[in-house]
């Protein structure tokens, strides 16, 4: 059996910064960022069936968060701004994404390369889909409203366009997110303990 790359390459994960034309107080890398988004992926599902009466599966939910973004470490984090600058460049980049995910599975034995390729792809479930999507954006108004109590006023802008993306969404689970767990990133940890 050939020697396998696939797992020696997402352990670089913690080598890509995200927010790169951000000043930032506090760097933040890519595989920090995954475990995060599979934290809230998780809570989100199991909202959605706690409350809502849904069926959705957390653990795979988690699962799929925490290779939302591998194909970065081939790709970089391409800026927000750039990413969506406009429909040729979404495409174009849609492209660049597919092209490394293919080749991060090639990396795999052949018998592995199709469970791992729809893990990558973000899996065949719509709810998934959405709900990794809302927690991936709920992580980085985390990350915003963190840079912002430490002073840093570069991510203003991007905390106000991030909160209106989550509520714009219309979903009952990130709403709920807000309401019952955000404040709680506002705390110091003695707050947290008490």
Known sequence: MNKSGFFAMISRMKYINRWSLMRNTVSENLSEHSLEVAFIAHLLCVLRNKRFGG????EKAALIAMYHDTTEII???LPTPVKYYNSDIRSAYSDIERNAAD???SQLPEDLRDEYALIISGGDD????????????ISALIK???ERQMGNTDFKEAEAATLKIIKDMHLKEADIF??????GYGLTLDQLTK
């Open 103 to 105: 080749k991060l599975i």
């Open 75 to 77: 790709t970089g984090d």
């Open 126 to 137: 719509a709810d998934i889909k959405e709900l990794v999507k809302a927690a991936d954006k």
């Open 55 to 58: 069926n959705v599966n957390a």
């Open 144 to 146: 915003c409203i963190e």
């Open 178 to 183: 807000l309401d019952e767990f955000m404040e």
